[in-house]
């Protein structure tokens, strides 16, 4: 008996499938869901900071500086976060900050992916002298201290946004390279992959539509990871003053102007460092349980 056209186009493929059970194993960990909430928060700072921040970030106010918390004696009500060394709501520039933080690390993300990406395809798949130049640029680049080349090359071409997202972009293709080239290789070789070429497929359509999709799991996975490596690295440049500069809020400069003034107001420093922690941590966590979802050998019970 023939199944009907309209039952079965009405049929998930194995695909949606897969990314059925997919989000299916994610939402059911609260792990995941914790990981999550966190990470829509600082989206949601990122997307209409002005409609959750209660105070203009860039308003100054002397008479108010290096308040404490509002819930502590000589806080300000309504300044929940305490106020820095000018007089500025803590908390706002806290919501204001996320944006340029996760602006910054989202499209180093993608420069790092899309560069790490097409290398890993080209050496994977071609091996031989063009895999041989790919592995030495890798190892070239790797052998140097990610933190101080990336601090080096921003100090000599600037500290601009967009030089920023290039450079730190371009400080992790190795990384997503290899993860890419090593999957490349278990894929290369498979059955689709040969009758895709015994049929004439072009290589650029084979490498596209047939590795690819095979290897974006661990890419996607890997990019989780690198996400909150790039939010410390963001942080760490802002700190040293290398960073977007002032007086756009950044939470490594929050942190590096709050450090002057540990002993009149810890507030300064520690609400963005803990803004900075909870947002590398869902990332981590997330990145683990989206390992778990996507690896076929775990049951779903």
Known sequence: MSLSP????????????????????????????????IILVGF?????PSLLAPHDPYAQELTLRLRPPAFMERGVPGYWLG??????DILSRIIYGARITLFV?????????????????????????????ILRLID?????????????????????????????????????????????????????????????VKTPRIMLQHILPNVLSAVI?????????????????SFLGL?????????GGMISDGAKYMSLSWSVSLSPGIAIAL?????????????????PQISDN
């Open 140 to 200: 070239i680049q790797l052998a140097f201290p990610l933190v101080l080349l990336v601090i080096a090359v921003v100090a000599v071409v600037g500290p601009s946004l967009t030089n920023l997202i290039i450079i730190m972009g371009l400080s992790g293709w190795p990384r997503f390279a290899r993860v890419v080239r090593g999957s490349v290789l278990s894929v290369r070789n498979k059955e689709f992959v040969e009758a895709a070429r015994a049929i004439g």
């Open 221 to 237: 996975v890997y990019a989780s990871f690198d996400l909150a490596r790039m939010i410390l690295l963001e942080a760490t440049l």
């Open 243 to 251: 960073g977007v500069q002032p007086p756009s809020p950044t939470w």
């Open 83 to 88: 106020t820095d060394q000018l007089g500025r």
């Open 105 to 133: 690390s989202i499209f180093a993300v993608l420069v790092s992916g899309v560069a790490g990406v097409a290398m890993g395809l080209i050496g994977g798949y071609y091996g031989g002298k063009a895999d041989a130049v």
């Open 6 to 37: 309209t039952a079965d186009a009405a049929e998930p493929s194995p695909a949606q499938n897969r990314w059925r059970t997919v989000t299916r194993r994610l939402f059911t960990k609260k792990a995941a869901q914790l990981s999550l909430a």
């Open 279 to 295: 947002l590398i941590l869902a990332f981590n966590i997330l990145g683990d349980e989206l390992r778990d979802a996507l690896d």
């Open 44 to 48: 949601l700072f990122a997307l209409v």
